[in-house]
């Protein structure tokens, strides 16, 4: 029985991905945290909810350090499929009656939210606006599409549904009945992004500490000490946003979602038929049928193919051979093209699919759990995250105490099933 245990190491090299292979080699200086120091806020990695949230604090003159056991982006913020979905699973009308209107709004604009910070600090990150196309592949999953877009129109959003034949047009396949598409999403180098992020953190005085893991965090008389592997901080409050890669650093913040592997591949750049076939425009696609798979034609003529592969770290382009065989599925010829560039890494998903915040004893907090969306949530939980810390509003998901997923930790034994699972729901309702 396969068991996983997510353990945070330092000195782990990043995912050989396309976007470290693009990056250029100049990097700010980011040394590791030394001797003790004193700090109003600790932030526990530099992903994009972690950076995000110490850049607010920085330009609001809040003392900040951010510790990150690796590199800023070594985790998903640095390797996902680069999609700024907005939205959450579930509809806006629904995320309005379990969270409020300010939420809903929030969470609708949260590419918005990307585009905005990506002007402000003028990050070179390939970013583009297409839209966010959710293409279904039964009729099922475009009856979910159909009742999110007449949720849409009653609280004034502007989602657009798609024939088969439309859906084909745009995707260069006859795979689906149809799709929605939110011309407010896009995509982006996420890589560059959380960087560039990372680069505007210094730039507003706040350290980040490469290569400096939390080997322990516990409060005690209203101050939260963490001990450093060459050092300790002391801190008034702490956010751990550690997402996918969350260890045993909190009690119980671990076993409160599942950290499952999504797997990427990336081809040579495409001729110029294949550009003209797939996601022309600059739209990114997932799709919304029992298995999820995204993809996106990035700004070399890339297509960034992803989904689920691997229940381990894996890379390189021949690691993910499902992955290839669905792509060929999709688009007949497309593997004579080449696949150059194979990766993976954790994401962190919910019970109910919704990112949670906690209130971790007295003055900490945990954000996490963005099931797959993370560009465009993290950047907004960023933002909500620092609005608390420094002025102490509430954020717009409501606070909650961390509760173990059961089973948790033999979660990749019942993927294959789940998955197999998945597939023939699948092949039955394409027959209907």
Known sequence: ???????????????????VHDLPREQMPRSPQKGAVRTEVAVIGAGITGLVTALYLGRHGIDCRVLEANEPGWGASGRNGGQINPGLKTGPKTVAQLFGERAMRRVQGSADAVFELVG?????????????????????????????????????????????????????????????????GGQVNPLKYTLGIADAVQRAGIPIHCNTP???????????????????VTADRILFATNGYTDGLVPGLRWSVLPVFSSILASRPLPQEWRDRILADGQSCFEVGPVTTY??????????????????????????????????????????????????????????????????GKNGYACLGYNGRGVAMATVMGQEMAALLVRGETPILPFSK?????????????????LAWAKIKAKYLRRQ
């Open 120 to 184: 402000e600090e003028r990050i070179e990150c390939e970013i583009r606006r297409g839209g966010t196309l959710r293409a279904a592949t039964d009729r099922q999953s475009l009856a979910e599409l159909q009742a999110l877009a007449k949720e849409a129109r009653d609280t004034g959003i502007d989602y657009r549904m798609l024939s088969s034949d439309a859906v084909a047009a745009v995707t260069g396949s006859a795979r689906y009945v149809g799709g929605l598409l939110d011309p407010s």
């Open 402 to 418: 961390p509760s173990s997923i059961p089973f948790q930790p033999f979660w990749p034994s019942g993927v294959a099933p789940a």
């Open 214 to 232: 939390a080997l322990r965090a516990r409060e005690t008389q209203g101050l939260w000490r963490i001990e450093t592997p060459e050092g300790e």
């Open 1 to 19: 029985m396969l068991v996983d245990i997510v353990t945070t190491r330092s000195g782990q090299p990043p995912a050989a991905s396309l976007y």
């Open 295 to 360: 993809y996106r034609v990035d700004s070399n003529g890339r297509l960034i193919f992803g989904g689920r592969g691997r229940m381990r770290d894996a890379d390189g382009p021949g690691a993910f051979p499902q992955l290839e065989t669905l792509a060929e599925t999709i688009w007949p010829g497309i593997g004579a093209v080449g696949w150059e560039y194979g990766w993976n890494g954790r994401v962190a998903l919910t019970a109910d699919h919704y990112p949670h915040v906690h209130h971790i």
